[in-house]
């Protein structure tokens, strides 16, 4: 899996500092191939979509697009505002199947042409599946983000398109898991900014895209969708806006750098930004933890923002009497340790 | 617990190489006597359970391996419908005493899934339904604070003991593990090694093991397969999947094994076993009714709360670090009686003056509060600076006037703020009788303007305070 489309804008704005991740979004192929050649080991650990996870994204997304989208016409009923029957279809992927280049860009001028005609109110679906938006980052490399929503929503409250995303998650009693919902917010953020910007593309500026967006999630029972879920994406537009800016510095400066070499030729001079959920979504995680290893940022992001820079070998230095503290933070510092190891019973010095 | 403690603990714990305990007690009340087990494997985002290991925690548990988990037959779930059935018709016997020990939280929530989906199914067996029941009050009952039934080992370890990783580290049973084991020199390495695995209730999919990728291909190769050839590969995928539970059952044990291994006292704990009995008991006898309407979902959030309240209650009075710790933030008080104004001994009005050293306190004025090991609680009047630079608290006791080992000038004292917890039963039951606009309604009523009487509320509410 590489860091293409909306992963790498979500990834963007988790972590908008990291010029590492920048010189991975720019970096062709996946991501374990930058570690690889970075690090110059194979990575070693779990890392894409499981097949079992794949296919059951798969299978429910086939079951909500079934039948000229049956069930999806069911859940999203109350918000187009008419009987599943009167809604109108149009799933892009009959036309042009695929993931290569040449059907997004056929997709894109076929949303773009609808996206036109319900502005000049012509007859136009309420329910586009698969369409293609695009973020435009140019000039210079990675010059386009491709975005594909699942669907765009005709939003009878807005009357406009509002992008929804289906997600096989399980629902249960109304409740997602945090972690689940707070990635794929940004994902939808990413949507709907890249909605934004094909709406102003038609009429420069003049429709208020809304920051909201449909989850639809999937029933305990059977992969059928869920009622749909109205997600407020006023902060993760803003984080992927953030993270656009920040990826355009980033930008800049690797190439300033590599100087028409690969981004992955000049990992080693960037700035990483590591941060604890790095553990958790990123394969440089590791090499980028070497450059605090040893500081308070290695124990995480809060000791991180405590203890600043302080080697941990300094701060134990206070406990052992190897280290005087220099300031009156430091000296708070080495009260409240000792303290601590007094109660744990560890000597003093 | 403060984030700079937190911190500085953890660095400490990185120094000594091993977890520090962070509370003088337990948190869980002693094993019963026939405390179990449950581990789970489920497909990743399916959430269906693909093998689950159970059994008593001494013993070795009873594994079923699902070969087909997302098909409609269930059959295979049976044994462990009959055990849970089991487990509860013993714990039923002793009023909703029950133990059982899960790996982590996420072995809750598959449970939890796994009751959605049955609790209801009517074409589902009889005894799979139950299961369904079961596994759903179980999950329901793991929402409340302090309760006793659910033994998250991942979480029990994680409340009572600080490692030498950070936060999110320590989200990985295993490698939270290597901080416990004395037989490890270097948990830092050895908990990043252990973390290339995981740890959540899922199969290893690592590049150098494939097992969950290679049993989702084997599943879909028995399907066209018969007779030997389909028997050799059902049992590769048995093998892997017993396997992957067995690796889940041993985690449990271990950290089993290390959160009894921190040797805190158990005591204390009466209330909330006595809570969680009573809340088990009354859910298997009357069955599961989940809040939907909007007033009984605000019952339920009482509930939830005041569960959080007793808690935490329960917790300042049995355990001298969680104190500590208040204590430091200022939510608690220690000091001496300094002065009792009680003109008829062991009869109301008593006052006592209490003076401490703490020059932060988050206790005001009108908080009910008591003292520490006491019958004795009351109402704070007054707070002032000290004479010494301390704080000085005035308190008129309400209950305990006849306490005679406390209410004497010299006598030690720490007082907390009575938080027990309170659920409005009675109001929010009449609400929907009532039709409260609240839950029930649209708008929120038009109310006429009167006029004002008293002067400000501010003043109102100065007035009704009492000297």
């Known amino acids: 899996m590489s860091l293409k489309g909306a992963t790498a804008l979500v990834r963007l704005a988790q972590n908008p500092r990291c010029e590492v ?105 309420h329910l586009v599946i698969q369409p293609q938006l695009l973020v435009p980052t ?87 969708p869920h009622a749909p879920r109205t997600e407020d994406l006023r902060g993760a537009r803003e984080a992927v806006r953030i993270g656009i800016e920040s990826f355009l510095r980033h930008r800049e400066r690797i190439d300033r750098l590599r100087a028409g070499a690969e981004p992955y030729t000049v990992a080693a001079e960037l700035v990483p930004h590591f941060e604890e959920r790095c553990l958790a979504n990123c394969v440089m995680s590791a090499w980028c933890r070497s450059t605090v290893a040893g500081r308070a940022r290695d124990l995480g992001d809060v000791p991180g923002q405590l203890l600043g820079n302080l080697e941990l070998a300094r701060v134990t230095g206070f406990l052992l009497g190897t280290a005087e503290p220099a300031n009156d933070a430091e000296r708070g510092i080495a009260v409240e340790l000792r303290r601590i190891a007094a109660e744990h019973g560890v000597r003093v010095a | ?123 589902a067996r009889p005894e799979i339904v139950r299961m369904g029941e079961i596994c759903r009050i179980l999950a329901h009952e793991a929402l409340f604070a302090g309760q006793q039934v659910i033994a998250d080992s991942a979480q029990l370890l994680r409340d009572h ?75 590769e995928i048995r093998r892997i999947l017993s396997a992957g539970a067995r690796r889940e059952w041993n985690l449990m044990v271990s950290a089993r094994r290390a959160f009894w291994g921190l040797e805190l006292p158990t005591t204390g704990l009466e209330d909330l076993v006595a809570l969680s009995k009573r809340r088990l008991s009354a859910a298997l006898t009357q069955g599961h009714f989940p809040a939907r309407r909007a007033d009984k ?54 006052t006592i003056e209490v003076e401490t050293a703490q020059t932060v306190v988050r206790t005001r004025r009108d908080d009910k509060v008591r003292i520490v090991g006491t019958n004795v609680s009351g109402v704070v009047r007054d707070i002032a600076i000290a004479a010494s630079g301390g704080t000085r608290v005035r308190v008129e006791i309400l209950n305990g006037v006849r306490s005679t080992g406390v209410l004497v000038p010299g006598a ?20 929907a009788a009532r039709g409260v606009w609240m839950f029930f309604g649209d708008a929120a009523p038009v109310l006429q303007a009167t006029p004002r009487r008293g002067g400000s509320p501010l003043t109102v509410a100065r007035g009704s305070r009492r000297p």
């Not at chain 1, 094909?198 to 009429?203: H, N, P, Q």
């Not at chain 2, 179990?36 to 290991?53: R, S, Y």
């Not at chain 2, 030690?412 to 009675?426: A, W």
Request: contains cysteine; aromatic residues 6%.
């Open chain 2, 412 to 431: 030690r004292v720490e007082i907390v703020e009575q938080t027990g917890g309170y659920v409005r039963l009675r109001e929010l039951s009449q609400a």
């Open chain 1, 138 to 224: 140019n000039p210079g490399p990675r010059a386009y983000f491709f975005i594909a929503p699942d669907v765009l929503v005709w939003s009878q409250q807005h009357g406009l398109y509002v992008p929804a995303d289906l997600k096989s998650f399980v629902v249960r009693e109304n409740e997602v898991s945090r972690a689940d919902l707070a990635r794929v917010r940004l994902q939808l953020g990413a949507q709907s900014l890249a909605l934004v910007h094909e709406y102003d593309r038609l009429d420069r500026g003049k429709t208020s895209v809304p920051a909201t967006g449909f989850l639809i999630f999937s029933h305990p029972n059977g992969l059928r």
């Open chain 2, 1 to 123: 617990m403060s984030a700079l403690q937190d911190t500085l603990t953890r660095v400490l714990a990185r120094h000594l190489g091993r977890a520090l305990p962070i509370r003088s007690t337990s948190a869980l009340a002693a094993d019963p006597v026939d405390a179990i087990g449950i581990a789970t494997v489920k497909i990743v985002t399916e959430e269906q359970i693909q093998a689950i290991a159970y059994g008593p925690l001494d013993a070795e548990p009873t594994v079923i391996a699902r070969l087909d988990p997302i098909g409609r037959d269930v059959a295979d779930l049976v044994p462990f419908a009959e055990f849970l059935k089991g487990a509860v018709q013993r714990a039923l016997a002793r009023e909703g005493e029950m133990r059982i020990w899960v790996p982590h939280s996420e072995t809750v929530a598959a449970l939890d899934v796994l009751g959605h989906r049955y609790w209801r199914n009517q074409t």
């Open chain 2, 161 to 235: 003991a600080i490692t030498g990783q950070s936060r999110t580290e320590d989200g990985h049973l295993d490698a939270l593990l290597a901080w416990f084991d004395a037989q490890v020199a270097d948990p830092l390495e050895e908990a990043r090694m252990r973390s290339r695995f995981p740890a959540s209730g899922v199969l290893i999919n690592t590049p150098d093991r494939r097992d969950d990728d290679r049993v989702d291909r084997l599943r879909k190769e028995a399907k066209s397969q018969s007779g030997a050839r389909q028997r050799a590969t059902h049992d």
């Open chain 1, 21 to 125: 991740l920048g010189a991975m979004v720019l970096q062709e192929g996946p991501e374990t191939r930058f570690f690889e050649r970075v690090v110059g080991t194979p990575y070693d650990r779990e890392y894409g979509e499981r097949q079992s996870s794949k296919r059951r994204g798969t299978q429910f997304e086939r079951n909500a697009y079934a039948g000229d989208a049956r069930l999806l016409r069911e859940a999203l009923a109350p918000v187009v505002g008419l009987e599943p029957d009167q809604i109108r279809v149009r799933n892009l992927l009959d036309d042009y199947p695929g993931t290569k280049d040449d059907a997004r860009v056929a997709r894109l001028r076929i949303t773009r042409g609808l996206l036109k005609d319900s502005l000049a109110g012509r007859v136009a679906p």
């Open chain 2, 297 to 350: 979902v605000a019952i339920e959030l009482d509930e939830l709360d005041s569960a959080q309240h007793t808690t935490e209650s329960c917790m300042l009075e049995v355990d001298d670090a969680a104190r500590d710790c208040a204590r430091r933030a200022g939510a608690s008080i220690a000091g001496r009686v300094v002065a009792r104004n009680q003109p008829r001994p062991g009869r109301r009005p008593c």
